[in-house]
């Protein structure tokens, strides 16, 4: 696609992120100097742009400071939709989180824009792609921590569950009493995923590898308190400080796919995006690497910050082959009706069924059981005396959301 006010002398990347491993074209052209002008109101320099797909994003330095300028199309994120997003940004800066200041947001024509603070703190994983693991188990150890410690500056912050938008990792589908039924609904609210759905359709998935891990998991949905959540935690959305003795995470970045879940729903979100070796799924089950001491560091390090109560313990398990699968449903709905990609429609529509299937395989099961063995390991330690709460909101539970 033509960014506006393009100008044809520019260099530009030549390629973004794509599903696999490989580079791609991009969807999204990449933002200009004339383009970043006219947002920011004056003369510009570009220093970098993002690799990633789903938006385009660029440093850009104006009136002597560095700024982080990012652009969507207005089928993805409104104005309206933006301000989900920033206010949660507001709220935790509110409470000492280490998140960036929002600067301002804009819309024109078909695109809407936001300009960010740079965050403080080392891009050790700028060229990183999702679902590829930490480089160390120290990193791990300390993302599990600044993920717990996130989780409690978010308690407080009672919006509502975002509207309906492509690309939000959402807990509707999965956080009721009836997948079914919640799933008919998502889907008759996003017409473009529901055309999608009817020719390549995921009932009979749905009834053999979601339900019966779902009807493990809801028993425990009324215990699991509302949060909202990051919901895309991986390793090139943190920046970290390397000047101590170890590297510890400085700045969490990218709320795009933020939203009201459980704090153990962004736990398993941490889990899928950075232990498991899903690139790699296309060649089969066996092929699926996992980091199983990054695993337990990464549960290591949450707990000791924000122990999981009971419930949560025993949640995490069940829900963990299903937290990807409703992303995957919003990822066919972005890509069926504003990209307009057969192909990448194809790919997530897999993605919905694949990941959660291949928990019920050897190398998936002894995951999920070093999952529960170490929840319940830590939870027992942390509440030798009986099921105490994981620290959310008081008075409202994930199975009574509206």
């Given at each position: ?42 003369p ?26 990012k ?28 998140v ?24 050790l ?16 150890r300390?993302?599990?921590?600044a ?12 919006a509502?569950?975002?509207?309906v ?11 009721g ?13 996003r ?20 339900l ?13 308190e ?26 969490v ?39 199983h ?18 419930a ?37 529509r ?53």
């Amino acid at each position: 696609m033509t960014a506006p006010g393009g100008n044809a002398t520019e260099p530009a990347p030549l390629a973004t992120h794509g599903l696999g491993y490989d580079r791609v074209e991009p969807d999204w052209a990449p933002l200009t100097a004339d383009e970043a002008a006219d947002v920011l109101g004056g003369p510009v320099r570009l220093h970098w742009h993002s690799p990633r797909p789903l938006s385009a994003a660029a440093v850009v330095e104006h009136d002597g400071r560095r700024v982080f300028l990012k652009r969507h199309h207005t089928g993805v994120r409104t104005l309206e939709g933006l301000e989900e997003e920033h206010a949660f940004l507001r709220h935790l800066r509110s409470r000492g989180a280490p998140v960036v200041d929002v600067l301002a947001a804009s819309a024109r024509g078909e695109w809407t824009y936001e300009v960010h603070s740079l965050g403080h703190g080392t891009d050790l994983y700028q060229d990183a792609l999702s679902w590829t693991p930490f480089t160390s188990v120290h990193h791990a150890r300390e993302a599990g921590s600044a993920l717990a410690r996130l989780h409690r500056a978010a308690v407080g912050h009672r919006a509502p569950a975002r509207r309906v938008q492509p690309l939000v990792s959402s807990f509707r589908v999965f956080g009721g009493p009836d997948p079914q039924g919640a799933l008919a609904a998502y889907a008759a609210e996003r017409p473009a995923l529901a055309d999608a759905l009817r020719s390549d359709p995921v009932d009979a998935d749905l009834t053999r590898w979601h339900l019966p891990l779902h009807a493990e998991l809801a028993p425990l949905l009324p215990e699991l308190e509302p949060l909202w959540t990051h919901n895309d935690w991986h390793a090139s959305n943190l920046l970290w400080d390397t000047t101590g003795g170890g590297d510890t995470v400085s700045t969490v970045l990218d709320f795009n796919l933020s939203d009201r879940t459980t704090a153990v729903h962004d736990l398993a979100v941490a889990l899928e995006r950075n232990v498991f070796g899903w690139l790699d799924l296309p060649r089969g089950h066996r092929h699926v690497s996992v980091q199983h001491a990054h695993l337990t560091a990464l549960l290591e390090g949450y707990a000791a910050v924000r122990p999981l109560s009971e419930a949560e313990a025993e949640a995490l398990p069940a829900l963990l082959p299903l937290v990807n699968a409703e992303y995957a449903l919003s990822e066919m709905h972005y890509f069926h009706e504003v990209t307009r990609s057969a192909a990448n429609t194809a790919l997530a529509r897999a993605y919905f069924t694949d990941h959660t299937r291949w928990f019920t395989t050897e190398p998936g099961r002894l995951a999920l059981r070093q999952v529960r063995d170490t929840a319940r390991r830590l939870t027992a330690s942390a509440h030798p005396s009986g099921r105490k709460s994981g620290g959310g909101p008081g008075g409202e539970r994930a199975g009574s959301r509206a």
